[in-house]
């Protein structure tokens, strides 16, 4: 009996650390886009989403600064590339209590650092002001692993999804 009960701790750790390595794919519809986790502003009008195309969305992949009104894509976020996953759940933002300042977390590999970007959000555009860099922060690395390692619905989703 005890040795039944260690193997079933051992699989209680290490099943959230397999998951946290898998990678998230998304199959996007012709018209959609997905907020990323913690993607809506403070004042609720901007949305971070996540938009590609194919199979397991990795043609065209792209994260967007989009009005959270409307559902328009403002514009990409270019500097965010070399991404592991297509997933929107994979992806996080960290937005200032303002609205002004967004960082967007997220992983090119596996057995890498997270990177981040830092943008300005000013007049429904993002300037970018540093990135992407490793992350180094323990606390970000505990903001992604508490906001985005865990697969959680999206916040909001424009346009119309694929039946999935």
């Known amino acids: 009996m ?13 099943l959230p ?5 898998a990678t998230s794919n998304y199959q996007y519809g012709p018209d959609e886009y997905v907020t990323i986790a913690k993607g809506i502003s ?4 901007y949305a971070i989403t996540a938009r ?6 990795y ?5 967007f600064l989009t009005d ?7 514009g990409p976020l270019e500097e965010i590339v070399e991404t ?13 209590k303002d609205s002004q300042h967004v960082v967007i977390i997220y992983r090119v590999d596996r057995h890498a650092p997270l990177k981040a970007v830092s943008y300005q959000i000013t007049k429904r555009r993002a300037r970018l002001i540093k ?9 970000q690395i505990s903001y992604w692993q508490n906001q985005c390692s865990q697969s959680k619905p999206s916040e909001k989703i424009f346009g119309t999804p694929l039946a999935h």
Do not use: M, Q
């Open 131 to 139: 990135g992407p860099v490793d992350v180094t922060s323990e606390e």
């Open 52 to 57: 590609g195309e194919g199979e397991y969305g």
């Open 84 to 96: 592991l996953d297509t997933g929107a759940d994979a992806f996080c933002a960290k937005w200032s």
């Open 17 to 21: 650390a397999t998951a946290a390595l």
């Open 68 to 74: 959270a009104v409307t559902g328009k894509k403002i």
């Open 59 to 63: 043609d065209n992949f792209h994260i």
């Open 42 to 45: 403070p004042n609720a009008k």
């Open 2 to 14: 005890t040795i039944r009960r260690l193997l079933l701790f051992l699989c209680a750790l290490l």
